[in-house]
């Protein structure tokens, strides 16, 4: 069996659990089906669309893992070009051979049944690329979505750990010389890496004006301990609500 990851928002991992994955996307041919792809040893690669995503669909993404036969039918392809038409096994060879998969995916031509959905995970917000993969001009690394995320112990057993984590006071002060809700989100990220107290430091960023920097904070909270991050989640819990459904 091939293993595969799907991002998608949390909102729709109750009726992914329930129901499957709907053949929504439109693939190279016209058909219908779902992106994913392999689980790699870089957490970071195997999960590298969700910043990308992250521009285009509002709230928290989540990565579904699916598991599917060796022999089911697939494509695989760099985005932009035209894509391979292989099976599932191979689709997982061809892209652990590449030196650099970056903005490789894989489209599955079907829907995705409940009995192929194996869990749904939390995934840092700030993973991976935006716009291109060479946009930053180096290669995505593991080490800021690999230790201390939520339920962490359970994604160092499917991904190698990449290096230690930073140390809270230099990723504070990193936070603090952020200048953007990119490099905000990127060291939330990172600060998701490990349990930690001290939610109160960042409660500021509740009100922070960019939806997806209040999104990636309630995520990270998760890893936090004490009354203070409770309250805080409970906090970004009732803002979300109150600025009602996102659009379609």
């Known amino acids: 069996m091939a293993e595969f990851v799907h991002i998608t928002t949390a909102r729709a991992s109750g009726r992914i659990r329930r129901s499957g994955i709907a053949a929504r996307s439109h693939g190279r041919d016209g058909g219908r089906g779902v992106y994913c792809m392999p689980v790699l040893p870089s957490y970071t690669l195997t999960c590298q669309w969700v910043r990308e995503l992250r521009r285009w ?123 953007t809700a990119d490099e905000i989100i990127d060291v939330l990220s990172e600060l998701g890496r490990a349990r930690r107290g001290g939610a109160w430091e960042l409660a500021h960023l509740a009100e922070h004006p960019d939806p997806h920097v209040r999104d990636t904070l309630a995520s990270v909270l998760r890893v936090y301990r004490g009354r203070e991050a409770r309250q805080l989640r409970q906090r970004l819990q009732v803002d979300s609500a109150d600025d009602g459904p996102p659009d379609a």
């Open 57 to 179: 669909q509002q709230g928290v993404l989540v990565a579904v893992q699916l598991r599917l036969p060796d022999a089911d039918p697939v494509t695989v392809g760099r985005y932009g070009t035209t894509p391979r038409q292989v099976t599932a096994a191979q689709a997982v060879a061809v892209i652990r051979r590449l030196d650099d998969p970056r903005g490789y995916e894989v489209f599955v031509p079907r829907a995705v049944t409940p009995g192929e959905v194996r869990r749904v995970r939390d995934v840092p917000q700030g993973a991976g690329w935006r716009y291109l993969p060479q946009a930053h001009g180096r290669r995505p690394c593991g080490c800021c979505a690999q230790r201390g995320e939520y339920k962490g112990a359970g994604l160092r057993r499917w991904f190698p750990y990449d290096g230690p984590p930073r140390p809270k006071h230099e990723l504070m002060a990193n936070l603090r010389d952020a200048a």
